[in-house]
C-alpha cells in the first residue's frame, strides 16, 4: 500500500475525556485504543463512530522524521487561535526566535537548523 501524507489529515472525531470532560478530537484510526487528554488522563477512546464529525485545525510535531504528535483543535475561531497558542509554545520549547515563529505562523511550519524537528499547522480536509 502506498503511503499517503494526507491520511492523518482526515476528519477525526469528538469524543469526551472521562476526567475533565474535556471535548477531545481522535482520528479515527485510534477508535478504540488508548488516547491522552491535555489534562494529563489516559483513557480509551470510543471503539465506535458515535461522535460528531469535526473539521480541525492540527498541530504536528516531527522528530527525527516520524510523527511525535498531533494535537487538534476544532476549526473555529477559538480553536484557531488555541491551535497558534500551542504552536507558538512549541516553537518557543524548541528555541525558535519570534521572527522564525512569525514566519512560521504564515507560512504553516517551522523547520530547525539540524532538520530533525518541524512543526506543522494544518487544517484538516473533509
Known sequence: ME???DDWLA?????????CNAAICVPEELLGQS???PCGAE??????VDAERLRTVN???YVGGAVAQVISFPDNQAGNKAAETLFR??????????QE????????CLENKRG?????LVHSQT
Open 35 to 37: 488516547v491522552w487528554c
Open 59 to 61: 498541530v504536528i510535531e
Open 11 to 19: 476528519p477525526v472525531l469528538v469524543t469526551n475525556c472521562p476526567k
Open 43 to 48: 483513557f480509551t477512546a470510543p471503539d465506535r
Open 101 to 108: 515563529i512569525a514566519v512560521g505562523l504564515q507560512e504553516g
Open 89 to 98: 509554545a512549541m516553537a518557543k520549547g524548541g528555541s525558535f526566535s519570534e
Open 116 to 120: 530533525t524537528c518541524q512543526l506543522f
Open 3 to 5: 503511503d499517503n501524507d
